[in-house]
């Protein structure tokens, strides 16, 4: 099923969702619209685009590479996204929204901003430009990836295509068009995924083809069957750093930001939380399939792709290759999001021209996108691993940004001097552990979590 006929079809949807979210951006004209959706966000549509954006890269090419490799340990990686939205969805978001409204935030450099000052702002917002560009990069790679693999269509064309998609559809009415489009691209995501899992399974032999590759393994097979089959430590390590991730993470709270209420986003996410569970076996299954059926491959982001075009019936192959087309752009127009109004909000308005008009806002928004989609496409073109991509963002996110923004919400005691602190002792501790050990793995984020606690120990000390 390779070829023109693939390449035709997907290219089309992709021009498709662009068209849509041009449409529907040509009513944009006020900032509030462009950032946080004027406000109109319903608990479907919330809990749309915040699954569609975490259905992302390393969801789908991402998590069924890793569970190729270690097995059903993999599902922690969706499940820690599910375990965050949740804890979002019941405390932290609500609040996080009565604060936004009332001191009229758009993004949580805003929030920052307000609550312990512009240096605060400034070295979380420095550290979340660096950690969005790399997740970015990371959805772009995957989507030449997929392009590569429909149609041997070399893998920078295809991320610089798919990026030019989301660019158009996001640039053309920020998050009011893009929280739309999204619906179109979750609802491919929902119907294609569980498909190709079904008939991957009858085409490779289920379960049993996976206990008898396991058997292959020898000792290892047991736990390449385990979903701890990385070790307790291991599923701590990788749920306390990803959990807290999609808790704090800018791109998620400012979508929040654009629900009507705090019940909307409570529903919303919830809903949102409850997709994330039960669509986490799923890419893991894929991959433990993959595993059975060939037992060595060019690469574990190849694998998904490949199960696609090789495994499944030429029509149900290439609308899941258009799936994982999806989860790619939603995810990064996400990022875009998150990336573009930080540096369009915190640092044009806030520091090179605080008095600019609604106009120029909504103006600098959309040249902003085009900036954070030219340093992602950059990076895609350097950087090659999806999964080890995503790791560098998911750890500065939480480094930068937990403890003084949970401390910060839920206590009036942290000041800027200490949450400053907290933010710099995070990283140098991280920075210690990482050279200690030799660096994080997707199954061991523990250098993080101490630089964490580190901080966690500073806003508390330090006055």
């Given at each position: 099923?390779?070829?023109?006929?693939?390449?035709?079809?997907?290219?089309?949807?992709?021009?498709g969702?662009?068209?849509?979210?041009?449409?529907?951006?040509?009513?944009?004209?006020?900032?509030?619209?462009?950032?946080?959706?004027?406000?109109?966000?319903?608990?479907?549509?919330?809990?749309?685009?915040?699954?569609?954006?975490?259905?992302?890269?390393?969801?789908?090419?991402?998590?069924?590479?890793?569970?190729?490799e270690?097995?059903?340990?993999?599902?922690w990686?969706?499940?820690?996204?599910?375990?965050?939205?949740?804890?979002?969805?019941?405390?932290?978001?609500?609040?996080?929204?009565?604060?936004?409204?009332?001191?009229?935030?758009?993004?949580?450099?805003?929030?920052?901003?307000?609550?312990?000052?512009?240096?605060?702002?400034?070295?979380?917002?420095?550290?979340?430009?660096?950690?969005s560009?790399?997740?970015?990069?990371a959805?772009?790679?995957?989507?030449?990836?997929?392009?590569?693999?429909?149609?041997?269509?070399?893998?920078?064309?295809?991320?610089i295509?798919?990026?030019?998609?989301?660019?158009?559809?996001?640039?053309?009415?920020?998050?009011?068009?893009?929280?739309?489009?999204?619906?179109?691209?979750?609802?491919?995501?929902?119907?294609?995924?569980?498909?190709?899992?079904?008939?991957?399974?009858?085409?490779?032999?289920?379960?049993?083809?996976?206990?008898?590759?396991?058997?292959?393994?020898?000792?290892?097979?047991?736990?390449?069957?385990?979903?701890?089959?990385?070790?307790?430590?291991?599923?701590?390590?990788?749920?306390?750093?990803?959990?807290?991730?999609?808790?704090?993470?800018?791109?998620l709270?400012?979508?929040?930001?654009?629900?009507?209420?705090?019940?909307?986003?409570?529903?919303?996410?919830?809903?949102?939380?409850?997709?994330l569970?039960?669509?986490?076996?799923?890419?893991?299954?894929?991959?433990?399939?993959?595993?059975?059926?060939?037992?060595?491959?060019?690469?574990?982001?190849?694998?998904?792709?490949?199960?696609?075009?090789?495994?499944?019936?030429?029509?149900?192959?290439?609308?899941?290759?258009?799936?994982?087309?999806?989860?790619e752009?939603?995810?990064?127009?996400?990022?875009?999001?998150?990336?573009?109004?930080?540096?369009s909000?915190?640092?044009?308005?806030?520091?090179?021209?605080?008095?600019?008009?609604?106009?120029?806002?909504?103006?600098?928004?959309?040249?902003?996108?085009?900036?954070?989609?030219?340093?992602?496409?950059?990076?895609?073109?350097?950087?090659?691993?999806?999964?080890?991509?995503?790791?560098?963002?998911?750890g500065?996110?939480?480094?930068?940004?937990?403890?003084?923004?949970?401390?910060?919400?839920?206590?009036?005691?942290?000041?800027?001097?200490?949450?400053l602190?907290?933010?710099?002792?995070?990283?140098?501790?991280?920075?210690?552990?990482?050279?200690?050990?030799?660096?994080?793995?997707?199954?061991?984020?523990?250098?993080?979590?101490l630089?964490?606690a580190?901080?966690?120990?500073?806003?508390?000390?330090?006055?």
């Open positions: 099923m390779t070829g023109p006929l693939a390449l035709g079809l997907l290219l089309a949807y992709g021009v969702l662009a068209l849509v979210g041009l449409w529907l951006g040509r009513g944009v004209r006020r900032s509030s619209e462009f950032y946080v959706a004027g406000h109109s966000l319903s608990p479907g549509l919330l809990a749309a685009t915040v699954l569609a954006a975490n259905i992302g890269a390393g969801s789908t090419v991402g998590t069924t590479g890793l569970a190729y270690i097995g059903a340990s993999a599902v990686w969706v499940g820690s996204a599910a375990i965050g939205t949740l804890i979002l969805a019941r405390w932290v978001g609500p609040r996080m929204w009565e604060e936004a409204r009332a001191r009229g935030c758009y993004t949580v450099g805003d929030y920052l901003s307000s609550r312990y000052g512009s240096a605060v702002r400034s070295l979380a917002m420095t550290i979340l430009w660096i950690g560009v790399a997740i970015l990069a959805q772009l790679v995957a989507m030449g990836e997929v392009l590569h693999a429909a149609s041997g269509l070399p893998r920078s064309i295809g991320t295509l798919g990026a030019l998609v989301v660019l158009v559809y996001y640039g053309a009415g920020g998050l009011w068009s893009a929280s739309r489009v999204n619906v179109v691209e979750l609802g491919v995501k929902l119907v294609a995924f569980p498909l190709a899992l079904l008939m991957t399974a009858r085409a490779i032999g289920g379960l049993d083809a996976v206990r008898l590759a396991s058997q292959n393994m020898g000792s290892a097979g047991a736990a390449y069957l385990s979903p701890v089959g990385i070790g307790w430590l291991g599923v701590l390590g990788l749920v306390g750093v990803l959990a807290p991730s999609f808790v704090v993470s800018p791109g709270l400012q979508k929040a930001f654009g629900a009507r209420d705090a019940a909307t986003v409570r529903r919303g996410l919830t809903l949102s939380g409850i997709a569970m039960f669509f986490a076996v799923i890419p893991v299954g894929l991959g433990m399939l993959a595993r059975a059926h060939w037992p060595i491959v060019e690469s574990a982001d190849s694998v998904l792709p490949r199960i696609l075009v090789e495994v499944l019936p030429t029509g149900l192959g290439i609308f899941t290759l258009a799936a994982v087309l999806s989860a752009l939603s995810s990064a127009d996400a990022v875009l999001f998150m990336l573009s109004t930080s540096l909000k915190d640092l044009y308005q806030g520091y090179w021209n605080p008095h600019v008009d609604d106009r120029g806002l909504l103006r600098a928004g959309r040249v902003a996108a085009f900036v954070g989609l030219t340093l992602g496409s950059l990076v895609a073109l350097t950087f090659t691993s999806v999964i080890g991509t995503l790791t560098i963002f998911y500065l996110l939480v480094i930068a940004l937990a403890v003084p923004l949970l401390a910060g919400l839920y206590s009036s005691r942290p000041s800027q001097r200490s949450a602190a907290a933010m710099i002792v995070s990283l140098v501790v991280a920075a210690i552990a990482i050279v200690v050990t030799g660096g994080p793995t997707p199954a061991g984020f523990w250098p993080y979590l630089g964490v580190a901080g966690a120990v500073a806003i508390r000390w330090v006055r």
